[in-house]
């Protein structure tokens, strides 16, 4: 038992219950004295906290409001619509018609592709490079469970490994987009390979893992490009459909809309770049989508 050191008008309180009040007195007693046995904290009354007891719909509620909230502090229109679950069934994703290269069946090369094929109303966040580290672009991010892909040139990354970190820790995945951005068809296969595989191996040691994803950089590739991106473990080859700048936006398709499955550009970009932030960029692109109607997917959860 505890020693605690009391005054004399305590000590003759206790004596006195101890006397003239049998065992329930004493135990009183061993409470005031803060000397309660194992028994006693163990009956304490367990305190909750109250989002725990709210039911799925009142949860469902506070998040909503939460969202909403969380929308106007980072000047959106309205909140950003919720994606519904990752199907159960992926689809299977091919080459666009006129994207392949020769030999891609038969050689099972990674397909290059602009659209997820499905009948859901998503959209998917991708962002190339990592030049700007906007720790204000993470927060609104987080705020507003926006999930996005970013596809990383480590010469532009290696100073701050740790903000991307950050971004995975939120949920978000990072993929390869070479070591140092070349324009690979300008490449010979071997030089071609070592940008590829040598990105692969930077991000298994620094995030723990080899990505199975890789974005060309411009879009531009070869043959070879995709025969050394399979053999340094690449499955996918994802461009895009349509690109987010901080002040318009560019089109693939000549009828200048989003489609059910596109994918969205957009770059690691702040202020020596742009007329803007990429809080400003991401305003831009969620009140678009949101107002369309699309709510923003993550893109590993179909592939």
């Not at 367990?46 to 799925?56: E, I, S, T």
């Not at 990072?174 to 590829?196: A, K, M």
């Not at 089109?251 to 202020?271: A, K, P, S, W």
Request: hydrophobic share 35%.
């Amino acid at each position: 038992m505890r020693a605690v050191v009391q005054n004399d008008k305590s000590r003759t309180h206790l004596r006195r219950l101890a006397l003239g009040g049998g065992a329930a007195a004493l135990a009183t007693a061993a409470l005031l004295s803060g000397c309660a046995g194992p028994d006693a904290v163990r009956s304490a009354p367990v305190r909750r906290d109250p989002a725990q007891a709210l039911g799925p719909e009142a949860r469902q509620a506070a998040e909503h409001a939460r969202l909403v909230a969380a929308a106007r502090r980072w000047g959106l229109d309205q909140a950003p619509l919720a994606p519904p679950p990752p199907p159960a069934r992926k689809p299977r994703i091919t080459a666009r018609d006129g994207f392949e290269v020769d030999h891609q069946e038969d050689w099972d090369l990674p397909p290059v592709f602009t659209t997820v094929p499905t009948d859901r109303k998503v959209v998917f966040l991708t962002i190339d490079d990592g030049a700007e580290k906007d720790p204000r672009f993470l927060a609104m991010m987080r705020e507003l469970n926006v999930p996005y892909t970013a596809f990383l040139s480590d010469y532009l990354v290696k100073d701050d490994y740790a903000y991307f970190r950050r971004m995975r820790a939120d949920g978000n995945t990072v993929n390869n987009h070479t070591l140092h951005h070349p324009y690979l068809p300008g490449l010979s296969y071997e030089e071609q390979r070592d940008e590829i595989c040598g990105m692969q191996d930077v991000m298994k040691k620094q995030f723990g893992k080899a990505p199975t994803v890789f974005r060309p950089p411009y879009g531009n590739y070869n043959q070879d490009t995709l025969v050394a991106a399979k053999s340094c473990g690449i499955k996918y080859a994802p461009i895009w459909n349509e690109e987010v700048f901080v002040d318009h936006w560019e089109y693939r398709e000549d009828d200048q809309r989003m489609r059910r499955g596109d994918i969205v550009l957009t770059h690691f970009r702040g202020r020596d770049d742009w007329n803007g932030t990429m809080v400003d960029d991401m305003r831009r692109f969620l009140n678009k989508v949101t107002r369309e109607g699309f709510a923003v997917a993550r893109l590993e959860d179909y592939l």
